[in-house]
């Protein structure tokens, strides 16, 4: 055993939740924040120019707040992921919080104030050589700002926010927290019972899992029904105070993207769902059956007597550093300084919440990863996906705060990358057809989440937004609209669906944003762009760093025309990528031709 599965937190804070450095980050935060705010409201531009030296200041500190806030921050989340009822975590995040918002009003002031120059005197102030690092972060904002409310009005918006859009989004982890799914005499957790009926061989275990699991949501169905009207609700009221009733704007202003990639996007996947119905007959057919149901789609195929292969956590490590090694030496040396440094919590124990992330720490220079290490492949493929995350950051912790700020749909781009290398390394070292038809299967069934899953999620929203717009949906009305979007997502190609699957989807709760689905989409399909350049482009590490550090200084468009070369809005670089999921896919159906039942 060589290295710890165990993250070490002490050096962030030292002494846990009770940490004396914590309490103290937190008072320096809180005396700064009101001389900050008064500084930015008495600001003018007429006494600050020609040298800015106040301006200059200002977004200094306000940087450094940002980073205090997302250090304590992150270190209170990491506690509750492996303390999960720890009584001291909600009251340290509500004060968090408040500090948030507080610091939010410093935002919202200085982005009036911005919004409050005309064209040439804000060309000028950005101009300012130590203000034009960070010139796109400030022109965003004062795009942004131009629709911003009174400040009065402001700050009540976003302390309605905490008892209202936050106080809905933490209901539902309340609610969720209390979902046990019987499993004969055993209570499943929710967490436990979705990882049974999406991984278990055995399909009648994971039909009747499911079955408890659908009962169990069913149970809740109405609390959640409230939860998600009025979490949607508010958010459609305060869209509505800004002046716009487009439910989509928010989302792609923070993606930084424009309506028409989003479009194309989802037009080229609409387009290429045969390949991937092709999968699903073939893999119905290997598991015996004629269509799969919405539970088997995850299953692993496993064909003769191959078993999968599992690995312990060292072997994992070595593995993802030499995968890595072959693509950038810098991104093997930020791994393998993860794993000796004991950045990442991997250790399967009781009292640990589900998933998995990364979360970067502003103020130490480096990040943590969070998850649970099965040794399965698609652990190992976690591990590398999580890493891409932490690889990012490091690669962009110099920068100002605000040039670290990337977007949602490029968030997923390096760890997607990352996943890439190492599942397309598996697949390539496997030593069997048994083996290699187990891991294209597993690489294939990703593609299914992204062309499949995560569209049907999208167009539930987008349906539910509209719908929410007009009245409140009951418990039908949206098991119905859920249905409807399964079904077209998944070109009707199983015989059974989980309606209740806005209900079950802790993604459709979040308070700070909405359509947390077509980033995975995107961000997929943007680094298996990016995975191809890397294979034909020589001294690729130089590109790809040089792309990570622009994901906070333009748009997403934009970035892809400067690094890649290729325009989003138009369907080529999309089909590209469809096109390598149906080269993966007509090698499954090869390889598996002689092994159907
Ligand atoms: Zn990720």
Redesign the pocket.
């Given at each position: 055993m060589t290295y710890s599965e165990q993250w070490d937190l002490e050096s962030i804070f030292t002494g846990g939740i009770d940490s004396p450095a914590l309490t103290q980050r937190l008072a320096t935060i809180t005396a700064q924040i009101t001389p900050l705010l008064a500084t930015v409201r008495a600001w003018q531009y007429a006494k600050d120019q020609p040298k800015f030296t106040v301006m200059t200041q200002i977004t200094e500190q306000l940087q450094m707040l940002e980073a205090g806030l997302k250090q304590t921050d992150s270190f209170v989340n990491m506690i509750q992921s492996t303390d999960e009822r720890n009584p001291q975590v909600m009251p340290m995040m509500g004060r968090i919080n408040a500090l948030g918002n507080s610091v939010n009003q410093i935002e919202v002031a200085l982005t009036k104030k911005l919004v409050g120059l005309t064209e040439v005197e804000f060309a000028s102030l950005v101009a300012t050589p130590a203000l034009q690092i960070i010139k796109f972060n400030l022109t965003e904002k004062r795009t942004s700002g131009a629709t911003l409310l009174d400040a009065t009005t402001e700050k009540l918006i976003n302390q309605f926010a905490l008892d209202g859009l936050k106080g809905w989004s933490d209901h539902y982890d309340s609610i969720v927290a209390e979902v046990q799914v019987p499993d004969g005499q055993t209570l499943l957790s929710a967490g436990q019972a979705q990882n049974k009926f999406e991984s278990d061989p055995d399909p009648k275990v994971r039909q009747r899992i499911f079955k408890s699991w659908y009962q169990t949501w069913e149970r809740y169905s109405p609390l959640l029904t409230d939860t998600l009207n009025h979490l949607a609700g508010f958010r459609l009221t305060e869209y509505q105070a800004h002046g716009t009733t487009d439910y989509l704007k928010k989302p792609l202003e923070t993606s930084r993207m424009q309506s028409a990639t989003l479009k194309t996007m989802w037009a080229v996947v609409s387009q290429n769902k045969a390949p991937l119905v092709a999968f699903l007959k073939r893999k119905a057919a290997l598991m015996g059956k004629t269509q799969l149901a919405w539970y088997d789609t995850w299953a692993p195929v496993v064909v003769g007597d191959f078993k999968p292969q599992t690995y312990t956590y060292d072997e994992a490590a070595a593995f993802i550093v030499q995968q890595f090694k072959t693509f950038s030496p810098q991104m093997a040396a930020v791994a393998q300084k993860a794993f000796e440094n004991r950045w990442i919590e991997a250790e399967d124990r009781p009292g640990k919440q589900p998933g998995g992330y990364m979360t970067d720490l502003p103020e130490t220079n480096d990040f943590r990863i969070f998850m649970t290490f099965d040794g399965t492949p698609s652990g190992v493929a976690t591990l590398a996906?999580e890493l891409g995350?932490g690889f990012h950051t490091m690669m962009i912790n110099d920068l100002p705060s605000w040039r670290q700020d990337y977007a949602m749909n490029v968030a997923?781009t390096a760890?997607t990358f990352a996943e890439l290398i190492v599942s397309d390394a598996t697949v390539k070292a496997a030593q069997s057809p048994a083996a290699k038809i187990n891991l294209l299967d597993q690489k294939i069934t990703n593609a299914i989440d992204m062309f499949m899953n995560i569209h049907a999620r999208f167009l539930f929203e987008e349906r539910f937004y509209a719908a929410r717009q007009k009245k409140l949906q009951t418990t039908a009305e949206l098991k119905a609209l859920m249905l409807v979007a399964q079904k077209e997502a998944y070109a009707d190609a199983l015989t059974d669906y989980d309606p209740l699957f806005w209900a079950d989807k802790q993604h459709f709760f979040f308070d700070d944003v909405s359509f947390y689905n077509f980033p995975y989409t995107f961000g997929y399909l943007f680094s298996m762009g990016i995975y191809a350049k890397a294979q034909t482009t020589p001294d690729f590490e130089a590109d790809y760093i040089a792309l990570l550090r622009d994901t906070a200084n333009m748009s997403t468009e934009d970035l892809a025309q400067k690094h890649l070369s290729v325009d989003l809005t138009q369907p080529a670089f999309w089909q590209a990528a469809a096109d390598s999921i149906a080269a993966d896919v007509a090698q499954f159906l090869a390889l598996t031709e002689g092994y159907q039942e």
């Open positions: 996906h995350h997923e760890s």
